[in-house]
């Protein structure tokens, strides 16, 4: 332990990633800071995956109520989702959490600085004017979403002002293909919001499988989303009771909201990064080694920042390699391939391992195995919901090298899915476990004939 500085590790950013650093650091008798200028937990917990999923659950409802009377029930009266509950529910929900981060950190030892931080050198960060020396400084700020400049970008919200909107819109244009959009475009959809999800490019989801992100665009669009590809937006302008939306193909609509959700960069500007040696990509992300070190060689970096993966469980796990690399016997390590994903729109969206489309590429000989069915709760609930499968096997050595799913629980499934794939399981192996029945999860196991 050095005594030259004031502590061991400073971290910059209470985030996923950040808190964890600090947590298990501390945990090991290493003196630690924390600053964080804005939320604890960070995106994720604040405006990100978790705020994300409560909107996700309260917009199934309306589906499930009208399934529900197939089963037997007659639910009185119209269903009216009262909006500044919902947002001020699912608020509390995140307050307690920040609460619970806010312990996790004390609880650990760490010292927590509640401003902005920025780096002055090497060992040197100040926050809200006060100078701390640290041995190492890690930077875990994380992103911000990106809007691109053009005229009336002024009156569009990203995700972020999403998660606190005043009224509810009528009628909302969300622009992106991503992620981000899909899965509001999802959101408002299912709360009644007349929906049209607008993107440049020719296929959303576009760095998922072909078929199952096609899949997606045909489910969003029998649950009611307008779905406008090839399209961009040239200009938006204030109308007397809301927006005016055009477009490249001289065509126009008219919204109550428009949110962008068009991608997320690094968030270091204004950190002070030119006090370093750090020299960051022309997206503001900071390039690092293998080991989360960036050119300065006391400052390391994480999570969504250094724009690698970016995910919650990523930058969480991240921070427990780098933690026992500075810190503990150097063992721990992170592998990028194989990381299960999901898309929480509707149909959900759920895949590890390789796209038909990379597998091709990389392994050539390949088996396709699909399935597509209708999922049990519709045999008595109606609606028009489908299940899709697919497993895809390298044919020389029998391995399963990608699982996909759209539809109802695929996070869920595709989890355990991404233990059997990361163990290395083959066709063989999958033919062998006997099926959860009555399950959709079952068809995984007893798909026999390949597709193609
Ligand atoms: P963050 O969690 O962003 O934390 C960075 C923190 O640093 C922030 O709290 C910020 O305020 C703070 N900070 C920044 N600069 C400074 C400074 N100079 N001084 C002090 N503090 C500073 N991931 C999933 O795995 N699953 C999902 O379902 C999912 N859904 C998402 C939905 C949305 C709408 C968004 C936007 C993201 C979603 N993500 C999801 C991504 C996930 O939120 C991020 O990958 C994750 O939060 C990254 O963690 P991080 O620690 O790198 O950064």
């Known amino acids: 332990m050095s005594t030259e500085f004031d502590y061991d590790l400073f971290v910059i950013g209470a985030g996923s990633g950040g808190v964890r650093a600090a947590r298990i650091a501390a945990s090991k008798g290493k003196r630690v800071a924390i600053a964080e200028d804005r939320y604890l937990g960070g995106t994720c917990v604040n405006v990100g995956c978790v705020p994300k999923k409560l909107f996700v659950y309260s917009s199934q409802f ?28 699912k608020t509390d929900e995140i307050h307690r959490l920040n609460g619970i981060y806010q ?5 650990s030892g760490a010292i927590l600085y509640d401003g902005r931080a920025t780096v002055l050198g090497p060992n040197q960060v100040s926050v809200n004017g006060q100078i701390h020396t640290a041995e190492t400084i890690l930077v875990a700020t994380g992103g911000w979403p990106f809007i691109p400049d053009f005229p009336g970008s002024e009156h569009v919200v990203s995700s972020n002002e999403m998660f606190f909107l005043d009224q509810l819109p009528k009628t909302a244009v969300v622009v992106g293909g991503g992620y981000i959009a899909v899965e509001f475009a999802g959101i408002l959809n299912g709360l009644g919001v007349q929906t049209h999800l607008v993107y440049r ?8 499988d072909a078929e199952m992100s096609n899949k997606v665009t045909q489910g969003m669009i029998q649950k009611g989303v307008n779905i406008h590809l090839n399209t ?18 001289h065509t126009a609509m008219s919204a109550d909201l428009v949110l962008y959700a068009t991608g997320r960069v690094a968030a270091t500007k204004n950190l002070g990064l030119e006090n370093t040696k750090i020299v960051v990509r022309s997206d503001g992300s900071i390039p690092i080694d293998n080991n989360f070190c960036t050119q300065e060689p006391t400052i390391y970096a994480l999570g969504d920042v250094i724009d690698r993966v970016q995910l919650t469980p990523v930058a969480i796990q991240e921070a427990m390699v780098l933690v026992d690399h500075l810190y503990g016997d150097k063992r721990a390590f992170i592998d990028y391939e194989n990381i299960p994903t999901a898309v929480f729109c509707q149909p959900e969206l759920a895949t590890v391992g390789l796209s038909e489309e990379a597998a091709l590429k990389t392994y050539g000989d390949i088996s396709v195995y699909t399935s597509d069915f209708k999922p049990m709760l519709q045999t008595l609930g109606g609606g028009d919901d489908r299940i899709s499968m697919k497993l895809i096997v390298d044919k020389a050595s029998d391995k399963v090298i990608g699982c996909h799913m759209v539809g109802d629980h695929a996070a869920e499934i595709i989890q355990g899915i991404g233990i059997a794939i990361k163990a290395g399981a083959t066709k063989a192996d999958f033919d062998a476990t006997i099926g959860i029945h009555p399950s959709a999860a079952e068809e995984f196991v007893t798909m026999r004939e390949a597709t193609r």
């Open 232 to 249: 961009k937006v040239t200009n938006i302008q204030k109308t007397g009771d809301g927006l005016e939306i055009n477009f490249s193909d």
């Open 201 to 208: 490019g020719t296929r959303l989801l576009k760095s998922f």
């Open 62 to 89: 309306p589906e499930m109520v009208h399934a529900s009377q197939g089963f037997g029930w007659n639910p009185s009266g119209e269903a009216v989702l009262d909006w500044p509950r919902l947002r001020d529910r």
């Open 103 to 107: 312990r996790l950190i004390d609880n």
